[in-house]
């Protein structure tokens, strides 16, 4: 069938916000029953994108280089509206629409201006998928950037305590990193004559680009794909959003946002940019490496849950980092597993903090204890997640780290050595947080009454679960599927580097 | 040369906007004379239509080539087919506007569209200028019709003040470009721009030259609200009633940077190494200041009057960058950034309680929960002017950098960078202020005047409506194309 199906996974849930909008106009919002409505067409419309993405899934054919479903129209200042995917576009966007249900599913305890959060909601989604898919530089920076007004407002509504700050800090973090791509987007444009992605990856394997500019449009992208990952030094905008912004936002924000940074690296500056990509391994390593151990050791101290898994974030994109600028085959798989499986697990986690912050309105550890007794399914769910955030085997989390590890080990060793104790510092903040929170008995007395999943959380978990262990105990059928993408990027890569 | 009727009769074909300007501001002048103040509804509805007419028929004459009229005086070309067209249509907004605010202010008088209208027509000599003489005659019709704007409320000390500092700040500034014509003149024989051009062409040059030239610029920069000849500016947004400083912030841009466009590129293009250190510092200078200065407002009016210096930055990084993608990226910058700032203009108006105006930043509070539709609007201006994509204004953005990277001045789209990240910083003070602030009373009901204005610009700043922006960047490579 030849219809448009990227064009009508992204926009789909941008028509919903549209629709819900027209109701709204209309209705008015007056009666009792139009939130809960709202709510309702919101989670179906999510659902049916994700459904929509499963065809889209099955029309890709992971064998074939290059990108896919691609859909070419003339557009608008010198560039094409141009969409594609390679598989790990199409790994990037099936994880958006995943992810985004359950959100909603979070999100049902939202009472504030329902339809506004959900049209945002769904605004983001349109605006998450379109970067995935976008093979236009312009498009592409659409997106990317079109991304923080829904975040933006979503953090400084619903957020906690601090959350106007925490809005500003994001928004304006990203965005100077951003503007400072733009600027080397419009050079690219006119060095190489065309914005489209293919064309500019055809032109950097062909010509490329001088190693002397390289380093400048290097350094722009880094500063917009660095600070979004985000890596260390300029991560401080995470923990302040991941507290701040509601449940939902906070997973999108720690399994979607953060996965743009990797698709970035992974998109632009390897394939386009491998002259400097090559120059600045040594720095990106040690950046890395910074992140993991530096990140795990501020998780372990932290009073603040949502805090603790914002920095173990950090640690756990410096893998991603790690891998990618290996450049070698096993270290891009590793990184584009670890996204997924990053961005499955600390999904999850946000998830699990904010069920008990639904219930206490507090996300401070000090607060918790004792909880299996009261909430044994929601500690056995918990414990999962935990493990894969440790990377355990057999969840999701460990072919990622392994992989990205043997990559780099390949370039240096010695980073490879210290980043290897991440793994064990992640086990200790991690299973910490989970024993003072959930194990011995409880003393808070306020936690007397805390009752267990309801059947919202459930529907909510239960695909999480399956998803973590799927990954954790089949990896070979992710890997299969991203294998050609990562190959096309390591030749890329390597085919340049000296 | 024609004899002087048959040059005239010949001339008026083409000068056709004007005449209907003319001819309405001397009858409405007529008008009020013998009907008074009750005669100020319908010549504002009739200005409003008037104006409307002469963007239309502006467009509907366009010409295949360039058109000298009056003896070369003037001439009617793309880019000043192009900048009429939206002065008229800005004009005509912001006096839409303000004949329903002064409606509710009692302050209703049948001066106010003659006014509009005589600024309009001076804009449009402006943009149509082809002589150091009609220059001059344009810049300060415009101008004498302005202070007059800026003084409206006569009873009140601040807008007086607004006048009186604008007069004299501005009649400072008329003399520079007096006194730079004259050296332009004095070496090179002649007040033509295509004499000046080949008088340049033929070797003409020298320190008067230059001088000349950047006097003139100096002045032209003071029209704009230029940094650092911006100080008058926010006090004069600020005392002004704010459908004229709505006016203030919109259609003289465009002229004064149309006129500095064909300054530079027609008899001055020889000498664009000089002229581009001076519109480049000029463009610096006014993105970074213009940002800055904004952070610490809290009257929107003023704050505007910053994020209106911080915008002629942008627009004049394009002019700077030259002839390749310059001029239609400035074209395109200013044809987005006027109905973002009318329409925000428009929202300060709505922001009524109890028949008193309340334009702080604090005012803002809960917008989102009172009034989600305002709120929303007031969101896309912003974000459009704040060249976030993906609101039109980020399309301005983009082609002002892409001009000038394109011209060799990377390091000047990364300065405008950090500056509209800066911006972004006060814009989404007023952002917060309207969504995240607890509510607080609820405004008036907005007129359907105000409705009308904002809701049309909220939709230009849409990017549903991206095709049309397309077609905004057709139309300037056209006028562009057939200028110069």
Sequence with gaps: ?498 | MNAPLTDFLASAAHARPELLLTAFALLAILAGAWFRDKSAAPLSGLGVAVLLAAGVVAIMDRPLAPVEIFQGSLVVDGLSVFAKALIAWSSAATLLLGADHFAKTNERRFEFPVMIVLATLGMFVMVSARDLISLYVGVELQSLSAYVLAAWRRDDARSSEAGLKYFVLSAIASGLLLFGSSFVYGFTGSIRFDAIASAIAQGAHGVGLIFGLVLMLCALAFKMSAAPFHMWTPDVYEGAPTPVTAFFAAAPKVAAVALMMRILYEPFAAFSDQWRQVVVALSAISMVWGSIAALLQTNLKRLMAYSSIGNVGFALMGLAAGQGQGPTSALVYLALYLPATIGIFALILAMRREGAAHETVADLAGLGQKRPWMASMFTMLLFSIAGIPPFAGFIGKLLVFRAAVDANLAWLAVVGGIAAVIAAGYYLRLLASIWFSPSQQTLQPASSAIVVTATSAAALTFPVLVLVLGAIQQWAEWAVGRSF
């Design chain 1, 1 to 498: 069938m030849h219809l448009p199906w990227l064009s009508i996974v992204t926009f789909l849930p941008a028509a919903g916000a549209g629709l819900i909008l027209l109701a709204r106009m209309f209705l008015r919002g007056q009666d009792a029953g139009y939130d809960a409505g709202v709510r309702l067409l919101t989670l179906i419309i999510t659902i049916a994108t994700f459904l929509i993405s499963l065809f889209a899934f099955a029309m890709f054919d992971p064998g074939v280089q290059g990108f896919q479903l691609v859909e070419n129209a003339p557009w608008a200042f010198g560039s094409r509206y141009h969409l594609g995917v390679d598989s790990l576009g199409m790994t990037l966007i099936l994880l958006t629409t995943f992810l985004t249900p359950l959100c909603i599913l979070a999100s049902w305890t939202i009472d504030k201006q329902v339809a506004t959060y959900m049209v945002l909601f769904l605004v983001l989604e349109t605006l998450m998928i379109g970067v995935f898919c976008a093979m236009d530089l312009i498009l592409f920076y659409l997106f990317f950037e079109g991304g923080l007004i829904p975040m933006f407002i979503l953090i400084g509504v619903w957020g906690g305590e601090r959350r106007v700050y925490a809005a500003f800090k994001f928004f304006l973090y990203t965005l100077l990193g951003s503007i400072l791509m733009l600027v080397a987007i419009v050079a690219m444009i006119n060095i190489a004559g065309t914005s489209s992605i293919p064309e500019l990856m055809r032109y950097a394997a062909t010509r490329g680009f001088d190693p002397n500019v390289q380093i400048w449009l290097w350094l722009a992208f880094f500063a917009s794909f660095a600070v979004k990952l985000p890596m260390w030094p300029v991560h401080t905008w995470l923990p302040d959003a991941h507290v701040e912004a509601p449940t939902a936002a906070s997973v999108v924000l720690a399994a979607i946002l953060l996965k743009m940074g990797g698709y970035g690296f992974l998109r632009f500056s390897l394939p386009i940019f491998p002259d400097a990509s090559h120059f600045f391994t040594p720095m990106m390593f040690a950046l890395s490496v910074i992140a993991i151990v530096w990140a795990s050791l501020v998780a372990f101290r932290q009073l603040d849950m949502k805090k603790l898994i914002a920095y173990s974030s950090v640690a756990h994109m410096g893998f991603v980092t790690l891998g990618i600028f290996s450049g070698t085959m096993q270290g891009i798989q590793g990184a584009i597993y670890q996204m997924l499986s990053h961005g499955v697990i600390s999904g999850a986690l946000f998830l699990c903090v904010g069920v008990i912050y639904d219930r206490m309105h507090t996300r401070e550890i000090a607060f918790y204890g004792g909880l299996v007794n009261r909430m044994p399914v929601y500690a056995a769910v918990f414990m999962l997640f935990t493990l894969g955030n440790v990377g355990l085997p057999g969840t999701s989390g460990f072919p990622g780290e392994i992989l990205t590890m043997v990559g780099a080990f390949q370039i240096n060793a010695w980073f490879v050595a210290v980043a290897a104790t991440g793994v064990i510092l992640s086990a200790v903040y991690a299973l910490t947080l989970y024993r003072k929170i959930t194990l011995g008995v409880i003393i808070n007395a306020k936690l007397g009454g805390i009752a267990d999943l309801e059947s919202r959380e459930w529907v909510q978990f239960v695909p999480l679960v399956v998803a973590t262990l799927a990954m954790g105990l089949a990896p070979h059928y992710v890997l299969q599927f991203t294998e050609a993408t990562a190959r096309a990027i390591a030749t890329a890569y390597s085919g340049a580097a000296p």
